[in-house]
């Protein structure tokens, strides 16, 4: 196995303006602004014990809200986000609501270390019954992480003193022992944060109880009928009918298909890939392959979108890839990326960095807008124009999860290994590495991902041999590179989506790197029946759209792209903080001379039209109005 | 307005092999299997008062089946199917088994008349509580139907007798006077039941008490939120939210736009029509009117579905059609042929007459299976093969529909006033009508809807001037007619859609009536995003559809049309009982060379195939497999 490990994120500098751009509006706007709707909807309050609950569904903001059992884990996932910021710069303002959440909490907490705040104001008595539908364990591990990062960015432990308090609990209550639930939770999350908690302590008995809850899932007899009948439930009354729906249908190890709730799975996988890395368990790491052939072959949209339908907000049939319809939830593609980066530091397999690379700039990215302060739940890839960006959602989820992965986003560009470097990303980047034979400076310039020309600057301490791989993504076809203005063979020197430069390296040496960024049409494997006869554009790794306030004169689903149209590659210099836009040739269907017929024999009139096409990741920013990413070729 | 008045099917005598194949299946076969299938799912136990009722949910047959509140309506169907089936021929075995559910809602019906044994067996306390979902009037006017088909069949008239009493105390129970309620049933149907119940007894109190119910609907106050708040329900907790679900959202004269389940809104808008022509209400005929060119001009499927959604079985935003999604109920284009034929009787215009023709050779038709036995409740017009009918349904509304539709179809041909007849579909009827000059028989031969050469031999017995119309479907270009072989000035003479011959006709006299029949390319509004870029098909009234039987190789969404493709007639002697299917030179998009991916850079490669495209009515009738109606052109 490799031994590659990422470089934090606090210790890699973006510099590039695309990244600092995106950086900056989640340090300035969002993280304040998503405190300010967690107080405004009522979930900083929940923390407040005792107090009298409000009602399970109460009025705010002329909008009605239901008071949710996963609000616990909001507030983790903003205390994560607001410390990265924190560990980018310190905040007394942001560090003081921090600490009143943590005084409340801290008053929360029962004796014994439980603390859940929906549980212990309203239903205290039936902690632990529930484990199929109320994410306790989902909360904590949320909140671990969040008090993993809040102690690494301030090296305050009152949080984490807390939430081992309770995992000290949840250890006694969970286990093979008599008195003991051989439990587990309905939505995953825990294992993961009982993983990062066992990296920042090196405890193992965190890893242990992570690896206890990844192998008892699925089991029979099946806690969640045991579960149910001990409430007198009938287990057949689970309203998603299968344990599909929470990846406990079956042991994980014998889970060959991605099936039921898409962020459940990714984070499972994620922790799955974990536990294969730090226990050398080659039949976790072996179902983790199956299971990412599986998705990549069948089940993610060209966006990385994932989990097609709404009412499992998850997975449904092979080739199952509905456009309009696409849930393909901003968390999923977050919780992929995390997927995606383990998986890559099982083995440095540039296919891995590939999905990454995609989810980020696409579906992830894409989630959060260009003010930072609105968000998308679902990412459809064809609207007629009702879709748009929420200010907040009943379920938040997703707004913490695209301002942490935006404020930590440093942390995937590159790793290192005792004699190698490997950049995943690029962008604009310093950093400082330490190999074994001594520190290396690096600087990578580039304004990626609008121009595949990147120059990397190494600089060792002193003059030292060691690896650089620089990773030539899939869609990379006829990459350059040089050193000091040598040529290297690099087509000979790329193994797995990896160019390898193996040399004696000293200070000033400078490596350019060309990734060649034509414009592509895309297409999808026919049993895609949803996008036959249709195309889609993509550059780097951008998939572009067509959106109607740069194609004005009616919805865009009415384009048509002849296949031999020419699709030019233009700079926008004054459209959001630069972009490269995408046009070409194409005709619109006109609706005159159809009266109020809504069939005919003729067909409709096409007239020609430059279409323009912009990233996907950056729609619904400007006018509302109709978007495709699928485009009819003709 | 018009006098003309449809000839009844009892009266037309269907020869041609069509129809007559149709129409032989639903008597030998529905009909008897539906009676089955009434006592095989426990509705027709249901009747049995008093019994201890069932639970609300039980497994019967390996499935779990819901007691249902509007089961007294399938009941009311079935005996109105084979009370048609009765006219046809008379069956002392039918006869026994209606005899028997008489005897049951003789001994069910209340003392005061009330008689549905829903309320009757479990909340008898609370009948006519909720009027917006339980159905009481609309099971009432399914009953009266069939009481009033029984009682045309056999002149029996106990079940009449039964349901007048029920009427007399539904009379009683609702109106404007003190004591009375100002309510109207959630779902429509009683309406055009009463109506016809007027019909039969000219009892103008029918008539009335239809009037009453529509003109009170939408009233302010509401009623539903009145009766709600009896209950002691928060109005606002109606599920579907809207009451544009049943159309009471506004009072019927101020609707314009059509909303909401779309079987409700279809009943509504027939006895809206037929107030609108007793009473002579230009109010309601406007309105019907304006809902009618609404329909039309952007909610309806090329096959004449209604209703693209699931959630509400309805309606949902202008050209919004999905394919795979469609919902497009049978009972919804049955009704549809309803509202259709009250409004050519209204005015005769050759428009509602398309409609009426389209809706059941495509989508009404195809509700049914070639055995008789199976049925589809939603119409797709896109299919992965997953999509089969059912034996039966927990909501068998549609089983019922399918079956007294084609055993009263022949009353769809032909109509009369006075001194005119009216030709409204052709395909092999005989039938005799008397004018004002004395009696007319008629003889229409013709292989129609496969072929539209169509004679139709005029025999009236004195010679006597009429006037002789014959419809010109709207699909028909360059329509030729001759008498005794002289042509006739044919588009001089067609106005709204009818070919008006008048002159003195004497027996021996022929017309020849040409449609010609090309295979048609058919295209949706681009309004319609779901079938841009693609095409239908379409010969005379039906529409066609490509199925993977006949196009075996993988799935029928990989097919793609050229548009310069020439769409050849075939005649297929050896298929079902002749068939004429439409064939092209297509391609079909390959899936080798993928490997595990699902996006490429490259198109998909196509291989030539020639297309064969069948009616639509008759898919699924073979090997399951995949099945669409819209191609996607090259």
Redesign the interface.
């Known amino acids: 196995m490799s031994k590659f490990a990422p470089v934090r994120f606090v210790d890699v500098h973006l510099e590039g303006q695309f990244w600092r751009e995106r950086l900056d509006t989640v340090l300035a706007r969002t993280i304040p602004s998503q405190h300010v709707q967690l107080g405004r909807h009522g979930i900083l309050e929940s923390l407040t014990l005792p107090n009298p609950p409000p009602p399970l569904r109460f009025p705010r903001n002329d909008h009605d809200f239901t008071v949710q059992v996963f609000w616990d884990s909001d507030v983790g996932k903003w205390i994560e986000a607001a410390s990265y910021a924190l560990s980018h710069r310190r905040d007394a303002d942001i560090e003081a609501k921090i600490e009143k959440i943590v005084d409340d909490l801290e008053k929360a907490q029962a004796p014994d270390g439980y603390l859940n705040c929906w549980y212990l104001q309203r239903e205290p008595e039936n902690r632990w019954t529930n484990m199929r539908d109320n994410h306790e364990l989902y909360n904590l591990g949320h909140l671990i992480e969040g008090g993993i990062a809040y102690f690494l960015a301030t090296e305050r432990r009152r949080l984490l003193d807390i939430l081992e308090r309770y995992v000290e609990h949840v250890r006694a209550t969970f286990g093979p022992n008599a008195g003991q639930k051989r439990g587990y939770c309905g939505h995953q999350e825990i294992e993961l944060a009982l993983i990062r908690l066992y990296h920042l302590t090196g405890e193992r008995k965190h890893l242990d109880l992570a690896a206890y809850f990844i192998d008892e899932r699925g089991r029979q007899p099946h806690y969640f009928d045991q579960e149910a009948a001990a409430r007198g439930d009938d287990p057949r009354d689970f309203w998603a009918k299968s344990y599909e729906y929470n990846q406990s249908h079956r042991p994980v190890r014998e889970q060959d298909k991605v099936v039921g709730h898409a962020v459940r799975a990714m984070y499972m996988y994620s922790a799955m890939a974990d536990l294969a890395a730090e226990l050398h368990d080659d039949s976790l790491k072996r179902a983790c392959e199956v299971l990412w052939?599986d998705v990549?072959?069948?089940k993610?949209y060209?966006t990385s979108g994932l989990g097609p339908a709404a009412a499992n907000e998850g997975f449904t049939e092979d080739y199952d890839l509905p456009n309009d319809t696409a849930y393909a939830e901003t968390c999923a593609s977050v919780a992929l990326i995390f997927w995606a980066q383990r998986m890559l530091h099982l083995d440095l397999d540039g296919k891995y960095a590939d999905v990454l690379e995609q989810a980020l700039f696409n579906n992830a990215l894409g989630g959060l807008s260009r003010d930072g302060e609105h968000y998308f739940y679902s990412n459809p890839l064809?609207s007629?124009g009702r879709h748009s960006r929420w200010a907040w959602h009943t379920c938040p989820c997703c707004t913490m999860n695209a301002s942490r992965l935006v404020a930590s986003v440093g942390g995937y560009f590159v790793s290192h290994s005792d004699e190698a470097i490997a950049f995943h990303l690029y962008g604009g980047i310093s950093t400082e590495v330490a190999l074994k034979s001594g520190k290396v400076g690096l600087r990578e310039v580039s304004s990626y991902p609008w121009s595949g020309d990147i120059r990397i600057e190494v600089s060792p301490e002193s003059p030292a041999e060691f690896a650089l791989k620089l990773r030539i993504p899939g869609w990379a076809h006829g990459a350059k590179a040089s050193v000091n203005g040598e040529p290297v063979a690099t087509e000979l020197s790329t193994v797995k989506g990896y160019l390898t430069v193996l040399r004696r390296w000293q200070a000033g040496d400078v490596v350019d790197l060309h990734l060649p960024m034509p414009a592509?049409?895309?297409?999808?494997?026919?049993?895609?029946?949803m996008d036959?006869?249709?195309?889609?554009l993509k550059r780097g790794p951008l998939v572009y759209c067509v959106e109607e306030t740069d194609n004005p004169g009616?919805?865009v689903?009415?384009l048509?792209l002849p296949?031999q149209s020419h699709v030019e590659v233009r700079q926008r210099g004054d459209l959001f903080d630069g972009v490269v836009m995408l046009a070409a040739e194409a005709t619109r269907?006109?609706?005159d001379g159809?009266g109020?017929?809504?069939?005919?024999?003729?067909?409709?009139a096409e007239d020609p039209v430059k279409l323009a096409a912009l990233p996907y990741y950056l729609w619904n920013n400007r006018e509302k109005g109709s978007m495709t990413v699928w485009l009819?070729?003709?």
């Open positions: 052939a990549m072959s069948s993610i060209i064809d007629d592509e049409r895309i297409y999808a494997h026919p049993s895609v029946r036959i006869g249709r195309v889609a009616g919805p689903q009415r048509r296949r269907l006109q609706d159809w109020d017929r809504l069939y005919r024999t003729e067909p409709p009819v070729e003709k």
